[in-house]
């Protein structure tokens, strides 16, 4: 009850609950520059682990000896393995030509159905057809249904011989979400590249999906990476050292690494704006104090001992701190609606690796940022109302009806 009567009397005119406000609203703004930077680290190496899933799948398999007979060698010790999917590719390297542009891209021989299962990306082909990265066709200027010819070396056992060339008519342009592999990934019919190599019927690479439903992955990568890790090993020490294992993070794991170490530091260094905006809220307390100070001696007079005044403090203290969380959840939802549509923030995705950031948060990091504000908060609070309640009421009184 009296929190409540302390409140009216402290919030009772207009130019205290403009104080109030601004107060709160810089308090909110610090909570969520650290949100937002937590949540664009977390939104950008989950965008990064779907691209690089949507391009290679969970766990890719390499014969160390070049290419292989998937079903004399493999086909069997994945099936033991339960393994939910799989799909074999004939991957080489090559050059695209468009008049007098050329540019050195990694060619995949796929088959479409299984390389969808495997990976989510859908690619449809015929043959003569290929289908680009996003950013391969922006620097050729092509589009659908336009030609271009691919150069090949002549044959798996013949690198030094010269190269063939070869005309494709352009079936779909595909984005994996990452600049790299956008710039550098076409995709062709399996089949026909295994004629193109001559290596008959044999495949150099096999990409596995451990998990039918990718609805746990899209909902947390890291989470559904653990279980990556662990089927890994499993292969691993099935198939001996004939074959290389790489999960779908292998090229980007130091990326990934330094995102997180960055995202740790960052937020660590931003605690300082918490406490800054804190001494904002002391700013407003003081001010409170001293316009306030008469009807606060009153009431110690009147019998309302200093514990009770404390608490009153501390319950104003409480409210500024749930109306900043509110308003710097509505700050991380407009941060991430500028990320998201505003030019302004779009990246050089050559610099980057990827075009376009966005916030991702969990529950969890919105409680822990919160809850660390508090921790700073009510320890600067009481300290600081500690040192102004040490005025005695009869000293107050004087100071105050003199």
């Given at each position: 009850m009296?929190q409540?009567?302390?409140?009216?009397l402290?919030?009772k005119?207009k130019t205290?609950?403009?104080?109030?406000?601004g107060v709160?609203f810089?308090?909110?703004?610090?909570m969520?520059v650290i949100?937002?930077?937590?949540g664009i680290?977390d939104?950008f190496e989950?965008a990064?682990r779907?691209?690089?899933?949507?391009?290679t799948g969970?766990?890719?398999i390499?014969s160390?000896y070049g290419?292989?007979?998937?079903?004399?060698?493999?086909?069997?010790e994945?099936?033991?393995n339960?393994?939910?999917?799989y799909s074999t590719?004939?991957?080489?390297e090559?050059?695209?030509?468009?008049g007098?542009?050329?540019?050195?891209?990694?060619?995949?021989g796929?088959?479409p159905?299984?390389?969808a299962?495997v990976?989510?990306?859908?690619v449809?082909l015929?043959?003569g057809?290929?289908?680009l990265?996003?950013?391969?066709?922006?620097?050729?200027?092509?589009?659908v249904?336009?030609f271009i010819?691919l150069?090949?070396?002549?044959?798996?056992?013949?690198?030094?011989?010269?190269?063939?060339?070869k005309?494709?008519k352009?079936?779909s342009?595909?984005s994996?979400g990452?600049?790299q592999?956008d710039?550098?990934s076409?995709?062709?019919?399996?089949a026909?590249?295994?004629?193109?190599?001559n290596?008959?019927?044999r495949?150099?690479l096999v990409?596995l999906?451990?998990?039918q439903d990718?609805?746990?992955?899209?909902?947390?990568?890291v989470?559904?990476s653990q279980k990556?890790e662990?089927?890994l090993d499993e292969?691993?020490?099935?198939?001996?050292?004939?074959?290389?294992?790489k999960?779908?993070?292998?090229?980007?794991i130091?990326l990934?690494?330094a995102?997180?170490?960055?995202?740790?530091?960052?937020s660590?260094?931003?605690?300082i704006?918490v406490?800054?905006?804190?001494?904002n809220?002391?700013?407003?307390?003081?001010f409170?104090?001293?316009?306030?100070?008469?009807?606060?001696?009153?009431?110690?007079?009147?019998?309302?001992?200093q514990?009770d005044i404390r608490k009153?403090?501390?319950?104003?203290m409480?409210?500024?701190w749930?109306g900043?969380?509110?308003?710097?959840i509505?700050m991380?939802?407009?941060?991430?609606?500028?990320?998201?549509?505003?030019?302004f923030f779009k990246?050089p995705?050559?610099?980057?690796t990827?075009?376009?950031?966005s916030i991702n948060?969990?529950l969890?990091?919105?409680i822990?940022?919160f809850?660390?504000s508090y921790?700073?908060l009510f320890?600067?609070?009481?300290?600081s109302?500690?040192?102004?309640?040490?005025?005695s009421v009869?000293t107050g009184?004087r100071?105050?009806f003199?």
């Amino acid at each position: 009850m009296f929190q409540s009567t302390l409140l009216q009397l402290f919030l009772k005119d207009k130019t205290t609950r403009k104080f109030a406000f601004g107060v709160m609203f810089g308090f909110a703004f610090s909570m969520s520059v650290i949100l937002g930077n937590i949540g664009i680290m977390d939104g950008f190496e989950g965008a990064l682990r779907i691209g690089l899933k949507k391009s290679t799948g969970d766990i890719t398999i390499h014969s160390r000896y070049g290419f292989f007979d998937f079903d004399s060698f493999l086909k069997h010790e994945l099936e033991l393995n339960e393994i939910n999917s799989y799909s074999t590719l004939v991957q080489t390297e090559g050059f695209i030509i468009n008049g007098e542009t050329s540019k050195g891209v990694l060619i995949k021989g796929i088959d479409p159905k299984t390389y969808a299962l495997v990976t989510g990306l859908e690619v449809d082909l015929a043959s003569g057809e290929v289908a680009l990265g996003v950013e391969l066709a922006k620097y050729l200027g092509v589009k659908v249904s336009d030609f271009i010819v691919l150069a090949l070396a002549n044959g798996n056992n013949q690198v030094s011989g010269l190269p063939s060339l070869k005309r494709y008519k352009v079936r779909s342009i595909v984005s994996h979400g990452i600049y790299q592999r956008d710039l550098r990934s076409l995709y062709v019919n399996r089949a026909e590249l295994q004629g193109d190599l001559n290596v008959e019927n044999r495949v150099n690479l096999v990409a596995l999906s451990i998990s039918q439903d990718s609805t746990n992955f899209l909902k947390d990568p890291v989470s559904y990476s653990q279980k990556i890790e662990v089927k890994l090993d499993e292969l691993n020490s099935k198939l001996g050292g004939s074959y290389k294992l790489k999960p779908y993070w292998n090229d980007f794991i130091t990326l990934i690494k330094a995102v997180k170490e960055e995202k740790f530091f960052i937020s660590i260094i931003l605690q300082i704006i918490v406490v800054i905006s804190i001494f904002n809220v002391l700013a407003f307390v003081v001010f409170l104090n001293e316009k306030r100070s008469r009807e606060l001696f009153l009431f110690k007079a009147l019998g309302m001992s200093q514990k009770d005044i404390r608490k009153g403090w501390l319950y104003l203290m409480s409210l500024i701190w749930l109306g900043s969380c509110f308003l710097s959840i509505i700050m991380v939802q407009l941060f991430n609606l500028c990320l998201k549509h505003l030019p302004f923030f779009k990246l050089p995705g050559d610099v980057y690796t990827l075009g376009e950031l966005s916030i991702n948060l969990d529950l969890l990091e919105y409680i822990l940022v919160f809850m660390i504000s508090y921790y700073w908060l009510f320890i600067i609070s009481w300290l600081s109302l500690f040192v102004m309640n040490r005025k005695s009421v009869l000293t107050g009184l004087r100071k105050e009806f003199s």
